[in-house]
């Protein structure tokens, strides 16, 4: 089973970038779908991103699309999210999830589906 370590976040003006990294112990990374996920104070955790264990497939929630990319590199069990014109509603504690589950990776966006996670990285975006 790997180990999620996240790093990257920080504080930011709204139309600012930030790129998160989660680095993932163990030697079986490209078994497993990775995701990112966020959560706000007062709300549930919510669905970025999540890519393929090849790298070749992604998917991503409506309200990143276009501005969030996911991307991983195997050779080096990374996995990042760059995130491009931000706003203040993606303040969030922002964490990295791995999944065991067998399928597309369009279909792997709910919490239930991933089993491992990061301790989670603070982004919070001023207005």
């Known amino acids: 089973q790997v180990q999620l370590v996240e790093s990257g976040g920080g504080l930011v003006q709204a139309g600012g970038s930030l790129r998160l990294s989660c680095a993932a112990s163990?030697?079986?990374?490209?078994?497993?779908?990775m995701g990112w996920f966020r959560q706000a104070p007062g709300k549930d955790r919510e669905f970025v991103a999540a890519i393929s264990r090849s790298g070749g497939s992604t998917n991503s929630a409506d309200s990143v699309k276009g501005r969030f990319t996911i991307s991983r590199d195997n050779a080096n069990n990374m996995v990042y999210l760059q995130m491009n014109s931000l706003k203040p509603e993606d303040t969030a504690v922002y964490y990295c999830?791995?999944?065991?589950?067998?399928?597309?990776?369009?279909?792997?966006?709910?919490?239930?589906?991933?089993?491992?996670w990061g301790q989670g990285t603070q982004v919070t975006v001023s207005s």
């Open positions: 163990g030697r079986t990374f490209s078994n497993y779908i």
């Open positions: 999830a791995a999944s065991r589950v067998i399928g597309p990776v369009l279909l792997i966006s709910t919490p239930r589906h991933f089993d491992t």
